[in-house]
Every structure is written in structure tokens, then in C-alpha cells.
């Protein structure tokens, strides 16, 4: 019933920029949080930024300053503009989203995952 879909990634040379997207459709859903997530092969899944239903946003160490997330409430989505990218940041991109749900507690949504290659 809900779905997450991620696009934007590719490959781009060290120093460029992407933006990632990610949708969520259904019904009956309050998003609390949208997170991005990213794994490397051989490393495990990472928290790259988060943000709140209130716009509180929180970023890795390894990003800060590179990184921007943000949230469209109204179209349920969110984006990850990455910018100055370094090799180290190629990983499997996933969006993320804590929903509230008729019947339930907190349940967590996963995207399929886009790839970010960032090579010369």
C-alpha cells in the first residue's frame, strides 16, 4: 500500500552534484520522520540526514556543509542535494520514512535504493 521511490542518482565526477528524490504514495499515513540512508559494498548502512515533520534536520559528520536535505510536505517527499562530491560518498542511496499509521505504532518504509557512483 505505501511505497517509496527514489531517483537522481548516476554517475558524476568528484566535485559534482546530484539530486536525490524520494516519493511516497498510499493513503492513511502521517510521515514523523524521512531519513536518507546509504551502503557501500563491505560497509554497513549509514544514516546520512534525517529530518523531523517539523523541519529539524540532522546530518553525518561526513557530509556537513556538502549535503542539504529537505521535505515537501504537501507532496510527501524529500531530496538530498549533494554537492562537492567525493569518491568516498558512492554508495546505494535509500530513502527512509517513519509512518504513522491507522491501527499502529511507528512503522519504517524503505525505497528500493539508488546508486550514486562518483568516479573521474
Known amino acids: 500500500q505505501v511505497q517509496l521511490v527514489e531517483s537522481g542518482g548516476g554517475l558524476v565526477q568528484p566535485g559534482g552534484s546530484l539530486r536525490l528524490s524520494c516519493v511516497v504514495s498510499?493513503?492513511?499515513?502521517?510521515?514523523?520522520?524521512m531519513n536518507w540512508y546509504r551502503q557501500a559494498p563491505g560497509n554497513e548502512r549509514e544514516l546520512v540526514a534525517g529530518?523531523?515533520?517539523?523541519?529539524?534536520?540532522n546530518y553525518a559528520d561526513s557530509v556537513k556543509g556538502r549535503f542539504t536535505i529537505s521535505r515537501d510536505n504537501a507532496k510527501t517527499m524529500a531530496y538530498l542535494q549533494m554537492n562537492s562530491l567525493k569518491p568516498e560518498d558512492t554508495a546505494v542511496y535509500y530513502c527512509?520514512?517513519?509512518?504513522?499509521?491507522?491501527?499502529?505504532?511507528?512503522?519504517?518504509?524503505w525505497g528500493q535504493g539508488t546508486q550514486v557512483t562518483v568516479s573521474s
Open positions: 527512509n520514512a517513519r509512518l504513522q499509521r491507522p491501527g499502529t505504532l511507528l512503522v519504517d518504509y
Open positions: 498510499g493513503s492513511s499515513f502521517r510521515i514523523i520522520v
Open positions: 529530518i523531523t515533520s517539523g523541519g529539524t534536520t
